[in-house]
């Protein structure tokens, strides 16, 4: 591995004694991070730049996008464990060479001992926090299914053991955390005390820097399981039975059952043609494509790119645009194994023309007169977008979570991997908002092995049939929306994929009734104009971590890491 390190005996030795380490131990280390990268064969953009050169080293080992992808995600459970994961879950679209789509499904399903009450109290109230925090906040988790699905169907190498072994390396030599993790580490420092009650490799006495050296021993050995057994080295056996005892014992109710019987689904994407491009994205149990089939629909008759960039006349008509879309997202998306999305009538051309009926370009529509809600203090948020192109051009758009930073902030007991806390994109009670604000009904209601809707919108959008633009984001209920805007900057506002995914952006969700913008991102005269026109503001630090992959006219590759983050782009 090329950045690992012999680590000279240092204070970290005192800080983590209970290691018995010798002065010539080793770890890992991203000596760099590219924001913007044009290759000629393969790239991995992905959050970590160890995860992102895992997935470079595959692909010239001749492995395909998929191989690449599924390396790089067991990478990212173990060096970005705020997000990356195998205690969660995700979506990947897969585009072959030949251009054909497969879209996977392993997102985290309801346990089957759930109800669809288990969140309120007798009188109806909701209990503070509990789809969010701690055990019963968990969803059974689907990644590792959902890799090994991946890698089984579309994989090259058929040898499980080279994909799946960095990612055992980097847990047990450990890799020296960035600023960003160093922070997160310390702002939960108290919740993973609270949630686990035991020595865990997250929790020291001293405050943690930048440099210091993550080692996940326990991780180690679930990963290595993983590699001996497959998908039975997670739901069966000794990983199993830690992720229940550890569930069970903190007041959830996951049980071995569930986990056997956990399986992915493959779907079939939702595609729309926005002008001449033909844009493709997750179904349901994601509103991501359909959602975004909708927005782009629901503004290409006025043109937006006509309208002026970030002008009150094409911020208002998009906005606009959100505002219809998450309402349809709050009645009639939920997981359509369970319940009769009705998403051929939410794509047709008609009933979305109808939609912008009462669109007027000089007045704000009112949301809502029944109820509004102000979103929660936005801790920040994680999940983690990978995008992966191959030198044959097969390509892979994958967004994985686990909901919150850390998940439920449950680490599993001997097995050393975060739980999600996914539980809470259900629509706990009709009407109430979830972490990011969304309100639900009927359609995402808590049903035992449902999975809960989610916003992740893994996307690959083609050109004259060519592959044009692989992308996704994370940002809770702002992925749509930032993956819209990406789409919109670059089709109708002709940007490079470096400006496009630099601009600040902006979000509206229905509800809330207002535009959320990023901090200092919009000119004050735009803002008096769209307050005229009837808009309420309400400010994130950020709006969506984005990576993409572009292809350029001579062919050539065009990668883009988020400004926003610490994104790494590989290639070769
Ligand atoms: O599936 C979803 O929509 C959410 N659980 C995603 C959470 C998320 O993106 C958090 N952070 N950025």
Redesign the pocket.
Known sequence: MKRLRHRPGSIFFLVCSFFVLSCNQTYYKADHIDKSVVAHRGMVVSAHALASEVGVKILKKGGNAVDAAVASQFALAVVYPR?GNIGGGGFMLIRTEEGNYSCLDY?EKAPGMANKDMYLRPDGSVIDSASIFGALAVGVPGTVDGLISAWEKFGQIRDFGKIIEPSIEFARKGFAISQEEADRLNQYKNDFQKFNPFPNPFVKSKAWVKGDVLIQEELAQTLERIKIKGRDGFYKGETAKHLVITVQKSGGIICEKDLEEYQVVWRSPIETKYRSYRVVSMPPP???GIALAQLLELIEPFNPGALGFHSPESIHLMVEAERRVYADRAKFLGDSDFFDVPASTLLDSSYLSAKMKDFDPGFATKSSSIQSYDLPDRE?????HTSVVDKNRMAVSV?T?L???YGSKVLVEGGGFFL?N?M??FSIKPGFPNQ?GLIGNEANAIVPAKR?????TPTIVEKDGKLFLVLG???????ITTVFQVIVNIIDFEMTLDDAVDQFRFHHQYLPDKIFIEKDGLEQVVKDNLQAKGHDFGTYERI??VKAIRVLADGSLHGVGDRRSDVDVEAY
Not at 380 to 384: A, D, R, S, V
Not at 473 to 479: A, D, F, K, N, R
């Open positions: 997000a997102r994601s509103s991501g920040h948020f994680e999940t983690t967004t979570t909901n919150s930073n999600n996914e809470d994109d990011f809960m809707l989610s916003s992740m984001s994370p940002g809770g209920s702002t992925i969506g971590l």
